[in-house]
């Protein structure tokens, strides 16, 4: 199938799990993960209506994101302390705050080259393979990232265990949302605290059901890597 045929029935898939739980389809963000694609393969996702793309490495990031003005950029990647400067630089968004010294290197960054940079927490659910804060530490963390003037904490991201049965994912969904939820209702936050980033191409109908927001889609979209 095409680009844009995926596009067409990922969106589909969208709306369905949306309605199914009594939501607006256009409330979910599709973010398109272009790793390891070429520019022309995102060329033809964004000529398909996407308006979200994502990498997960700062090289692909800085040889692709400038080619599309217009979109929104995120970076999901593991972020490495010399190179924050380079992700601040050309992202709309970091997903993957996983430490309060990372966060504190976005933001003064951030604030040298006159930015505030958008950024959601990525929380620890996948102990085996991934990183981030483990959710006893949320509040902690959000209570001192909250103080950095050159970040705004717009929401938390996830990525989790690679099940072969994407409903072995569901409970760990609904524990996300029940821990978004408890986060907004921290008076440290601001409104824009607004994002709930999880499900990827195996579960994202699945996340949408329990609460995600904005999801991201890789192989769906571009297919196998
Ligand atoms: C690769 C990746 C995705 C997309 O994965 P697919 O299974 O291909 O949809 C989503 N989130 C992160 C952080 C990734 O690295």
Request: charged content about 25%; glycine content about 8%.
């Amino acid at each position: 199938m095409s680009i844009e045929q995926n596009i067409i029935s990922v969106r589909c898939a969208i709306a369905s799990a949306a309605r199914k739980c009594g939501r607006c389809p256009e409330e979910i963000t599709l973010v398109g993960v272009s790793k390891t694609f070429g520019a022309s393969s995102v060329k033809q996702a964004i000529k398909a209506g996407l308006c979200d793309i994502a990498e997960n490495r700062i090289d692909e990031a800085e040889e692709k994101f400038p080619l599309f003005p217009g979109v929104k950029k995120h970076f999901i990647g593991r972020l490495q302390g010399n190179k924050v400067s380079r992700i601040v630089a050309v992202s709309d968004m970091i997903q993957s705050v996983d430490s309060l010294k990372t966060a504190q290197r976005i933001s003064d960054y951030a604030i040298a080259v006159e930015k505030r940079m958008p950024v959601l927490v990525q929380i620890l659910t996948d102990g085996k393979k991934q990183f981030g804060i483990i959710p006893s530490e949320l509040e902690a963390f959000l209570r001192e990232a909250s103080r950095m003037d050159g970040i705004r904490i717009q929401g938390l991201m996830t990525i989790g265990p690679d099940f072969a049965n994407p409903e072995d994912s569901r409970m760990l969904f609904k524990q996300m949302k029940s821990l978004y939820n408890s986060s907004m209702a921290f008076k440290i936050l601001k409104a824009e605290f607004r994002y709930l980033s999880m499900g990827m191409s195996g579960d994202y109908a699945i996340a949408i059901e329990e609460g995600a927001n904005m999801v991201r889609v890789g192989t769906a979209i571009f297919g196998e890597r």
